[in-house]
């Protein structure tokens, strides 16, 4: 079990070095942040579950219960959400709610400019650049920085 917001780190960097662990470890999301966004993330960190604090005591412990049995409980006010997503594929936008600096690193690489390049026309580090563009990959479930261009262009971010 763990939480997403954590005092000391960040809950979605946890499950996945646990996934990296035991891809098959039962992670269970207990946690009071309901962001459609989060929800993703913990799921694509590796997640087999998610539940909110605010749910019912008795629903949070079948939750549990689930996970151990290798189910993959999630709270109903946020699965209306993934059937939403389920039910709109193509709408990239509303899954990855890029910030206004991973937008304009996707704006640099569609132009053809180098990391070097756009950290350079940015005024940020090129650390700062491969942090943004994991961040894009995983949001935009791309592999390379070209999938992500077209990936955001056919999306309509850029």
Not at 30 to 44: D, G, K, P, Q, Y
């Amino acid at each position: 079990m763990i939480d997403i917001g954590l005092p000391d780190g960040n809950g979605i960097e946890v499950i996945s070095g646990l996934n990296r662990l035991d891809a098959d470890m039962p992670i269970l999301v207990i946690s009071v942040m309901r962001s459609e966004n989060i929800l993703v993330e913990a799921i694509r960190a590796g997640a087999k579950g998610y539940v909110v604090k605010e749910d019912d005591e008795i629903l949070i412990a079948k939750a549990i219960m689930q996970v151990l049995n290798k189910e993959y409980p999630i709270s109903p006010s946020l699965a209306r959400y993934l059937f939403r997503l389920a039910q709109s594929p193509n709408k990239i936008a509303e899954l990855s709610d890029l910030t206004k600096q991973e937008t304009a690193v996707l704006q640099n690489l569609a132009e053809g400019l180098t990391y070097q390049e756009a950290a350079d026309s940015m005024g940020i580090s090129i650390s700062t650049i491969r942090t943004h563009i994991q961040k894009l990959y995983r949001k935009l479930n791309a592999n390379s920085g070209p999938e992500a261009v077209a990936k955001a262009k056919a999306s309509g971010i850029i």
